[in-house]
């Protein structure tokens, strides 16, 4: 069960630093599609500028996933991973409210299922 564990936090960690390249450097008709939104408003400085910065948070819960499992130990790297967990799927929730509703099943899901496997571990 540890081995789909581990398997399941590199996957949602991979998810958010993919989700990073798109929303930093990807390009503008490809981010328009992705996130649901016109391509004249995606090409905006303003939005260029938005975008990256969500990137910037979602490389950084991907690289601090991948940095718990390597650093920490025991209890510690299952609570640390549990609570950004949870902070992915809270907004992932609210992502699907404002601004797309598959944000919850592309990026919520993945962190809830590895979410509820790491609890069936006893944390």
């Given at each position: 069960?540890?081995i789909?564990?581990?398997?399941?936090?590199?996957?949602?960690?991979?998810?958010h630093?993919?989700?990073?390249?798109?929303?930093?450097?990807?390009?503008?008709?490809?981010?328009?599609?992705?996130?649901?939104?016109?391509?004249?408003?995606v090409?905006r400085?303003?939005?260029r500028t938005?975008?990256?910065?969500?990137?910037?948070?979602?490389?950084?819960?991907?690289?601090?996933?991948?940095?718990?499992?390597?650093?920490l130990?025991?209890?510690?790297?299952?609570?640390?991973?549990?609570?950004?967990?949870?902070?992915?799927?809270?907004?992932?929730?609210?992502?699907?409210?404002?601004?797309?509703?598959?944000?919850?099943?592309?990026?919520?899901?993945?962190?809830?299922v590895?979410?509820?496997?790491l609890?069936?571990?006893?944390?």
């Amino acid at each position: 069960m540890q081995i789909i564990l581990n398997i399941l936090i590199y996957l949602v960690a991979l998810e958010h630093l993919a989700i990073m390249a798109l929303e930093m450097w990807g390009q503008p008709a490809t981010q328009a599609k992705a996130f649901g939104m016109p391509l004249d408003f995606v090409k905006r400085p303003e939005a260029r500028t938005a975008l990256a910065n969500q990137g910037i948070y979602n490389g950084m819960l991907g690289l601090s996933l991948i940095a718990f499992q390597w650093v920490l130990t025991g209890h510690a790297r299952l609570i640390a991973t549990a609570i950004l967990l949870i902070f992915i799927v809270i907004v992932a929730i609210y992502g699907s409210l404002t601004a797309k509703k598959e944000i919850f099943w592309l990026q919520g899901m993945p962190s809830l299922v590895t979410l509820l496997v790491l609890l069936t571990l006893g944390v």
